[in-house]
T-cell receptor, first 111, second 117 residues
Framework: TQLLEQSPQFLSIQEGENLTVYCNSS?????LQWYRQEPGEGPVLLVT?????EVKKLKRLTFQFGDARKDSSLHITAAQPGDTGLYLC???????????FGKGTLLTVNP | NAGVTQTPKFQVLKTGQSMTLQCAQD?????MYWYRQDPGMGLRLIYY???????DKGEVPNGYNVSRLNKREFSLRLESAAPSQTSVYFC????????????????FGEGSWLTVV
Protein backbone atom coordinates (compact mmCIF):
# COMPACT_ATOMS: atom_id res chain seq x y z
CA THR A 1 0.00 0.00 0.00
CA GLN A 2 1.37 3.37 -1.00
CA LEU A 3 1.18 6.01 1.70
CA LEU A 4 1.68 9.76 1.55
CA GLU A 5 2.53 11.59 4.74
CA GLN A 6 1.84 15.31 4.85
CA SER A 7 3.34 17.72 7.33
CA PRO A 8 2.51 19.74 9.17
CA GLN A 9 -1.08 18.66 9.77
CA PHE A 10 -2.10 22.15 10.88
CA LEU A 11 -0.48 25.51 10.19
CA SER A 12 -1.63 28.92 11.36
CA ILE A 13 0.35 31.94 10.21
CA GLN A 14 0.05 35.70 9.77
CA GLU A 15 -0.54 37.38 6.45
CA GLY A 16 2.73 38.05 4.66
CA GLU A 17 4.64 35.10 6.10
CA ASN A 18 6.18 32.33 4.01
CA LEU A 19 5.47 28.65 4.54
CA THR A 20 6.32 25.22 3.22
CA VAL A 21 4.17 22.10 3.29
CA TYR A 22 5.67 18.67 2.75
CA CYS A 23 4.42 15.44 1.22
CA ASN A 24 6.58 12.36 1.72
CA SER A 25 6.43 8.70 0.84
CA SER A 26 8.62 5.63 0.74
CA UNK A 27 7.06 4.76 -2.62
CA UNK A 28 7.83 6.13 -6.05
CA UNK A 29 5.00 7.88 -7.87
CA UNK A 30 4.77 8.58 -11.59
CA UNK A 31 3.03 11.88 -10.87
CA LEU A 32 2.23 14.02 -7.88
CA GLN A 33 -0.70 16.39 -7.67
CA TRP A 34 -1.58 19.16 -5.24
CA TYR A 35 -5.18 20.11 -4.52
CA ARG A 36 -6.70 22.87 -2.41
CA GLN A 37 -10.01 22.39 -0.69
CA GLU A 38 -12.05 25.22 0.80
CA PRO A 39 -14.73 24.65 3.44
CA GLY A 40 -17.90 23.17 1.96
CA GLU A 41 -16.28 22.53 -1.40
CA GLY A 42 -14.57 19.70 -3.19
CA PRO A 43 -10.81 19.67 -3.79
CA VAL A 44 -9.56 21.66 -6.78
CA LEU A 45 -6.39 20.73 -8.64
CA LEU A 46 -3.55 23.25 -8.36
CA VAL A 47 -0.74 21.48 -10.17
CA THR A 48 0.60 18.18 -11.47
CA UNK A 49 4.31 17.37 -11.46
CA UNK A 50 5.61 14.35 -13.32
CA UNK A 51 9.41 14.63 -13.62
CA UNK A 52 11.86 14.10 -10.77
CA UNK A 53 13.28 17.45 -9.72
CA GLU A 54 10.56 19.37 -11.51
CA VAL A 55 9.65 22.80 -10.16
CA LYS A 56 6.42 24.56 -11.09
CA LYS A 57 5.29 28.01 -10.08
CA LEU A 58 1.75 29.25 -9.82
CA LYS A 59 1.90 32.93 -8.82
CA ARG A 60 3.07 32.87 -5.17
CA LEU A 61 2.99 29.07 -4.98
CA THR A 62 6.04 26.96 -5.84
CA PHE A 63 5.75 23.20 -6.18
CA GLN A 64 8.68 20.81 -6.31
CA PHE A 65 8.83 17.10 -7.05
CA GLY A 66 11.73 15.25 -5.42
CA ASP A 67 14.48 13.85 -7.59
CA ALA A 68 13.50 10.30 -6.66
CA ARG A 69 9.78 11.04 -7.16
CA LYS A 70 9.00 10.03 -3.59
CA ASP A 71 8.32 13.45 -2.11
CA SER A 72 7.06 16.90 -2.92
CA SER A 73 6.82 20.32 -1.35
CA LEU A 74 4.58 23.32 -1.68
CA HIS A 75 6.02 26.72 -0.78
CA ILE A 76 3.82 29.79 -0.46
CA THR A 77 5.44 33.23 -0.46
CA ALA A 78 3.77 36.13 1.31
CA ALA A 79 0.68 34.18 2.30
CA GLN A 80 -2.69 35.87 2.08
CA PRO A 81 -6.00 35.09 3.83
CA GLY A 82 -7.30 33.80 0.51
CA ASP A 83 -4.73 30.99 0.71
CA THR A 84 -6.58 29.52 3.68
CA GLY A 85 -7.73 25.98 3.04
CA LEU A 86 -6.88 22.30 3.17
CA TYR A 87 -3.95 21.38 0.95
CA LEU A 88 -3.88 17.79 -0.26
CA CYS A 89 -1.16 15.98 -2.12
CA UNK A 90 -2.02 12.94 -4.24
CA UNK A 91 0.32 10.45 -5.83
CA UNK A 92 -0.42 8.63 -9.06
CA UNK A 93 0.91 5.25 -10.08
CA UNK A 94 0.74 3.75 -13.54
CA UNK A 95 -2.94 4.60 -13.69
CA UNK A 96 -4.61 7.52 -11.99
CA UNK A 97 -7.65 5.44 -11.18
CA UNK A 98 -6.11 4.92 -7.79
CA UNK A 99 -4.65 8.20 -6.70
CA UNK A 100 -3.27 7.98 -3.18
CA PHE A 101 -4.17 11.04 -1.15
CA GLY A 102 -2.32 12.40 1.84
CA LYS A 103 -4.38 13.44 4.85
CA GLY A 104 -3.85 17.10 4.16
CA THR A 105 -2.44 20.24 5.72
CA LEU A 106 -5.00 22.68 7.08
CA LEU A 107 -3.62 26.19 6.52
CA THR A 108 -5.05 29.27 8.18
CA VAL A 109 -3.71 32.66 7.18
CA ASN A 110 -4.72 35.35 9.63
CA PRO A 111 -5.08 38.96 8.47
CA ASN B 1 -20.33 25.00 -16.50
CA ALA B 2 -21.89 22.62 -14.00
CA GLY B 3 -18.96 20.16 -13.91
CA VAL B 4 -19.73 17.44 -11.37
CA THR B 5 -23.11 17.66 -9.68
CA GLN B 6 -24.06 15.47 -6.75
CA THR B 7 -27.25 15.22 -4.75
CA PRO B 8 -28.36 15.47 -2.04
CA LYS B 9 -26.02 17.92 -0.34
CA PHE B 10 -27.19 16.98 3.16
CA GLN B 11 -28.92 13.85 4.44
CA VAL B 12 -29.67 12.36 7.83
CA LEU B 13 -30.42 8.65 7.94
CA LYS B 14 -31.40 6.25 10.67
CA THR B 15 -29.33 3.12 11.11
CA GLY B 16 -30.54 0.46 8.70
CA GLN B 17 -32.12 2.83 6.20
CA SER B 18 -31.03 2.83 2.60
CA MET B 19 -30.30 5.70 0.27
CA THR B 20 -28.67 6.54 -3.03
CA LEU B 21 -26.30 9.41 -3.72
CA GLN B 22 -26.62 10.65 -7.27
CA CYS B 23 -23.80 12.07 -9.37
CA ALA B 24 -23.67 13.45 -12.88
CA GLN B 25 -20.89 15.07 -14.91
CA ASP B 26 -21.22 17.11 -18.07
CA UNK B 27 -17.59 17.00 -19.22
CA UNK B 28 -17.87 13.80 -21.27
CA UNK B 29 -15.37 12.12 -18.95
CA UNK B 30 -14.82 8.40 -19.09
CA UNK B 31 -13.83 7.77 -15.48
CA MET B 32 -15.89 8.48 -12.39
CA TYR B 33 -15.18 7.97 -8.70
CA TRP B 34 -16.76 8.00 -5.27
CA TYR B 35 -14.62 9.08 -2.30
CA ARG B 36 -15.36 9.57 1.35
CA GLN B 37 -13.57 12.13 3.50
CA ASP B 38 -13.29 11.73 7.24
CA PRO B 39 -11.36 13.86 9.76
CA GLY B 40 -7.81 12.58 10.10
CA MET B 41 -8.30 9.99 7.35
CA GLY B 42 -8.06 12.05 4.21
CA LEU B 43 -9.83 11.07 1.01
CA ARG B 44 -10.45 7.37 0.53
CA LEU B 45 -11.67 5.78 -2.67
CA ILE B 46 -14.86 3.75 -2.32
CA TYR B 47 -15.53 2.67 -5.90
CA TYR B 48 -14.53 3.84 -9.33
CA UNK B 49 -15.67 3.33 -12.89
CA UNK B 50 -12.97 3.46 -15.53
CA UNK B 51 -15.52 3.60 -18.32
CA UNK B 52 -19.20 3.18 -18.97
CA UNK B 53 -20.25 -0.35 -18.06
CA UNK B 54 -17.38 -1.09 -15.67
CA UNK B 55 -17.01 -0.61 -11.93
CA ASP B 56 -14.28 -1.63 -9.51
CA LYS B 57 -13.74 -1.58 -5.79
CA GLY B 58 -11.51 1.00 -4.23
CA GLU B 59 -9.97 1.12 -0.78
CA VAL B 60 -13.15 1.05 1.34
CA PRO B 61 -16.02 -0.60 -0.63
CA ASN B 62 -17.73 -2.53 2.17
CA GLY B 63 -21.32 -1.43 2.77
CA TYR B 64 -21.64 0.33 -0.59
CA ASN B 65 -22.78 -0.48 -4.10
CA VAL B 66 -22.46 1.58 -7.25
CA SER B 67 -24.10 1.82 -10.64
CA ARG B 68 -22.65 3.45 -13.73
CA LEU B 69 -25.99 4.26 -15.29
CA ASN B 70 -24.52 5.80 -18.42
CA LYS B 71 -21.46 7.86 -19.29
CA ARG B 72 -22.73 10.86 -17.34
CA GLU B 73 -24.09 9.28 -14.18
CA PHE B 74 -22.54 7.26 -11.36
CA SER B 75 -24.60 6.53 -8.25
CA LEU B 76 -23.57 5.29 -4.81
CA ARG B 77 -26.01 3.23 -2.74
CA LEU B 78 -25.98 2.48 0.94
CA GLU B 79 -28.21 -0.57 1.41
CA SER B 80 -28.27 -0.56 5.21
CA ALA B 81 -26.69 2.57 6.63
CA ALA B 82 -24.44 2.34 9.67
CA PRO B 83 -23.10 5.12 11.93
CA SER B 84 -19.60 4.34 10.59
CA GLN B 85 -20.79 5.60 7.22
CA THR B 86 -21.28 9.11 8.59
CA SER B 87 -18.98 11.10 6.34
CA VAL B 88 -18.66 13.59 3.54
CA TYR B 89 -18.96 11.89 0.16
CA PHE B 90 -17.41 13.26 -3.00
CA CYS B 91 -18.12 12.23 -6.52
CA UNK B 92 -15.41 12.96 -9.07
CA UNK B 93 -14.63 12.44 -12.72
CA UNK B 94 -11.65 12.52 -15.05
CA UNK B 95 -10.87 12.09 -18.70
CA UNK B 96 -9.19 8.78 -19.34
CA UNK B 97 -5.74 9.66 -20.63
CA UNK B 98 -3.61 7.29 -22.63
CA UNK B 99 -0.38 8.80 -21.29
CA UNK B 100 0.10 7.48 -17.77
CA UNK B 101 2.70 10.16 -17.06
CA UNK B 102 0.48 13.10 -17.93
CA UNK B 103 -1.64 12.84 -14.81
CA UNK B 104 -5.37 12.97 -15.16
CA UNK B 105 -7.06 16.01 -13.66
CA UNK B 106 -9.78 14.83 -11.34
CA UNK B 107 -12.76 17.15 -10.95
CA PHE B 108 -14.70 16.89 -7.72
CA GLY B 109 -18.28 17.68 -6.87
CA GLU B 110 -19.15 19.86 -3.90
CA GLY B 111 -19.75 16.97 -1.55
CA SER B 112 -22.67 15.29 0.21
CA TRP B 113 -22.80 15.43 4.00
CA LEU B 114 -24.31 12.20 5.33
CA THR B 115 -25.12 11.59 8.99
CA VAL B 116 -26.29 8.18 10.16
CA VAL B 117 -27.87 8.17 13.62
Amino acid sequence: TQLLEQSPQFLSIQEGENLTVYCNSSSVFSSLQWYRQEPGEGPVLLVTVVTGGEVKKLKRLTFQFGDARKDSSLHITAAQPGDTGLYLCAGGGGSNYKLTFGKGTLLTVNP
Amino acid sequence: NAGVTQTPKFQVLKTGQSMTLQCAQDMNHNSMYWYRQDPGMGLRLIYYSASEGTTDKGEVPNGYNVSRLNKREFSLRLESAAPSQTSVYFCASSELGTDSYSGNTIYFGEGSWLTVV
